[in-house]
């Protein structure tokens, strides 16, 4: 498995959720993604995305796809998200 970690700047949360789960979701269902997770900061207008791929090869292959882009921006992100390919090293109980 290959996660990367985005930081978004965004317009507004309730856009970016909605299209990040419709429209978003189907881009990233179409190159392979496992999964997604959104965490809000406290500071407005900037979240951070978790998303799972199988390989690094399916993330490229979103990351180049030319309609990424304008879905994002119909989503109210701000400029392109920064990613850093993470990994998960220990999930702990309480």
């Keep these: 498995m290959y ?17 990040f789960a419709t429209n978003g979701a189907l881009m990233r269902s179409r190159h392979g993604s496992l999964g997604a997770s959104v965490v809000a900061t406290r ?8 998303i799972d791929w199988p390989n690094e090869e399916a993330f490229a292959a979103f990351r180049n796809d030319p309609e990424v882009p304008g879905i994002m921006a119909s989503g109210g992100a701000l ?3 920064t990613f850093t390919a993470v990994e998960r090293v220990a999930a702990l109980p309480v």
């Design 3 to 19: 996660t990367t970690l985005a930081e978004v700047r965004i317009e507004s949360l309730a856009k970016f959720i909605g299209i």
């Design 43 to 50: 500071e407005p207008g900037r979240v951070f995305v978790l």
């Design 79 to 81: 400029g392109p998200p």
